[in-house]
Structures are given as C-alpha cells and as structure tokens.
C-alpha cells in the first residue's frame, strides 16, 4: 500500500473552513504536527484557547476529510491552544510549586499518579487494583490511562465499547467495576499505533483530562507512561497532583529507573507517596516454597534510603497475571484473596497519606557546586 503523502493530508484539510474566519484551515496555517504511517493519520489544529469548544464540529470535519482519502484507515486529530498575537506584557517566572496549581481536574478531590520509570514493572495492574481498592472502601473513585502510546486500560479492564458525548464535545468516562475510566484506547482499535509527536499526546492527554466529565470523584488514579517525560511534566505542571506513588521490581536496574522516576518528581515538588515493589517474591502452588526470583527488598531498602514511604510488596503470581489479561482483575475478581487483601492495605496506607495532609513535598537539595 501506497504512504499517504503530507501533500495528499493537506488537500483534503483545504476542503475545511473556519467558521469565523471565511478561509480554510491550510491557508490559515492552523494545521501542524502531520504524521502519516501505513494508512494512519495524525495532525494538529492550532486554535485560539476561547474557540475550542466551539470548534469542535471542525476538528471532526477535518477527520472525515481526511479519511475520506483512499487507502486511509484511521485519522486522529488533536485541536491545541494557539500562542495569541499580542502577547500580554511578561510576568515574573512562578515558582514549579506553584505552576502545578491548575485548572485541570480541579474539582476532583485527589489525583494520585501511579508511575514507573521504566516499563514491564507491573505498574498498570498495581494501578487498576489500587483504584478498585480504594473504590472498596466507598470512595468515588476514577482512574486515567495516560500512556497514550501503549494504553493498557481497555484489556485491563475488559472494556471494548467507545465512550458517549451528548452534545459531541464532552466525553461521558465509562463505568466499570464501580470506577469510571478514561483510555485513547477506548476510542481506537487495539492494533492502531499511535504515531503522534509529542505535542499531539500532551494535547490529547490534556483533553482527556479536560474534556471529560468525570463527575464527583473522591480520587483519581492515573497510570501514567513509564519514563519521565513530557506526559510526566504535563502531570505536574497542570494538575494540582496529591502525590505520586513509584512501582518498581526489586532488582537494581529496575530501581535505578524508578530513583529517576522519584527524583523527577520531587524537582517539580510533587508529593511522592512511597514505593510500592512488585513481583517482591513468588510461592509455588504446589509445594509452598518461597522463591525471590527479582532478588527480594531492593525497593524497600531504596525507599529508606531516599527519605520516602515503603508502602508494600506484591508477589509474582499467577492469578493476578490472570486477571489482567482477562479483564477481572484480583481485587474484583477475587476481594478476599490475600492478593486483593495486599493491595487494599497499600491502598488503605495511600490514603491516610493523603487524607491526613501528611503528603508534602521533599525539602528541596541544597547543591554546591
């Protein structure tokens, strides 16, 4: 199959006006960011940050036009706050402290970043059990799958149908297991890849933040990409985060990454929770014997040696393996297993932390150089 050229993009993109503005989104130099990979589109709209709203029957206009190309198999388009034209005279630098004090996610109670930093740690499936655990304990509860390149939500969770919007611009999350989530992968197929420079998934990020109408929640869970990139600093520079907790596996180059995932978080002064280590251990079903197959208490000695909380371990085991490739994971699945009843205790630790305010942010390093 034949690559769809940027010329053969910006064609169709020409077909598409501004409905203020008399002329279409090419002349007016609104589109940018356009990737094209097998058949798989994706753009950027710049617009003024007042418009957005209203704009969005163009933004979908933009998608069909370019879908309507042959051999275009999905389109994604991703509208952005355009810098206005006259800028306002320049205010002092804010401090990172208070630069997280955003309007995103400001009515939910605690927004509490589950993150790693590197991948295959188990950190999605801590994240999806934790939020169920604290849903046990009769908070409202959400939870946010921020990996826009490897969403992992939908299979987590079992969910394979798209979420609704009423009036086409505010997404209604969908409910399950007594959560209500918010994925990109509810709304593209399993196999799409996403071929999205980076400010595409920090727009795309912040409209499932923003543009989503989560409701009266106690506390959001998100589970964040590995890594400590730009999904990380968007976190914590638009949303008032209650703190981060870091998910690791006890073998030392596992926790060398997740000592930068920490050590970013406290640079931009985001409350840091404490250490959860997964795959702490593993018993035979069969005869009972205890074997620590990642070596065993790395994360806790880790956590003691960077001044924050250990929260817990979790084992290497097979039902919860099973639970979060079939879509029934341990803590619904099976409430009274110690498994579940592990993750309702770190759960229970988190939100004490959380709840009581005993979650400030580390002394910011005194460096001499």
């Not at 409350?271 to 018993?283: A, D, K, Q, T």
């Amino acid at each position: 199959m034949a690559e769809i050229s940027n010329a053969q993009i910006l064609d169709a993109l020409r077909t598409v006006q501004d409905p203020d503005r008399g002329q279409d989104i090419v002349s007016l130099n609104m589109v940018s960011g356009v990737v094209s990979k097998s058949g798989n589109i994706g753009f950027t709209i710049e617009v003024d940050a007042e418009r957005g709203a209203q704009l969005e029957p163009m933004r979908k206009a933009a998608e069909n036009a370019v879908l309507a190309i042959d051999g275009v198999l999905s389109v994604t388009a991703v509208m952005t706050a355009s810098s206005p034209a006259a800028a306002p005279p320049q205010q002092p630098e804010q401090p990172q402290g208070q630069q997280q004090q955003s309007k995103l996610l400001a009515d939910v109670g605690a927004v509490i970043a589950v993150a790693s930093g590197k991948g295959g740690v188990g950190k999605s499936t801590t994240a999806v059990n934790l939020a169920l655990a604290l849903s046990q304990k009769g908070l409202r509860t959400a939870i946010l799958d921020a990996d826009i390149y490897g969403p992992s939500l939908p299979l987590m969770l079992g969910i394979t149908e798209k979420p609704d919007s009423p009036d086409g611009k505010i997404l209604l999350p969908i409910e399950k297991y007594g959560l209500k989530c918010m994925s990109i992968g509810f709304m593209i197929a399993a196999d799409t890849p996403m071929i999205w420079r980076g400010p595409m998934v920090m727009g795309a990020l912040e409209q499932m933040m923003g543009d989503v109408q989560w409701g009266d929640i106690d506390v959001l869970i998100v589970d964040m990409p590995p890594g400590t990139g730009d999904a990380q600093l968007t976190m914590a520079q638009r949303v008032a985060l209650a703190g981060s907790v870091i998910v690791s596996t006890p073998q030392d180059l596992a926790l060398l990454d997740a000592r930068k995932g920490l050590n970013m978080f406290k640079k931009v002064e985001v409350p840091v929770l404490g250490i959860i280590e997964n795959m702490s251990y593993f018993v035979c079903p069969h005869c009972g014997e205890k074997s620590e197959i990642f070596t065993h208490g790395g994360a806790k000695n880790a956590a003691a040696q960077m001044g924050v909380d250990f929260l817990g371990e979790i084992p290497l085991e097979m039902a919860i393996r099973e639970g979060s490739d079939n879509g029934r994971p341990i803590v619904a699945s099976d409430p009274e297993s110690p498994h579940a009843n592990a993750y309702r205790a770190i759960a229970d630790a988190l939100w004490e932390k959380v709840f009581s305010g005993s979650a400030q942010p580390a002394a910011p390093e005194i460096i001499v150089e």
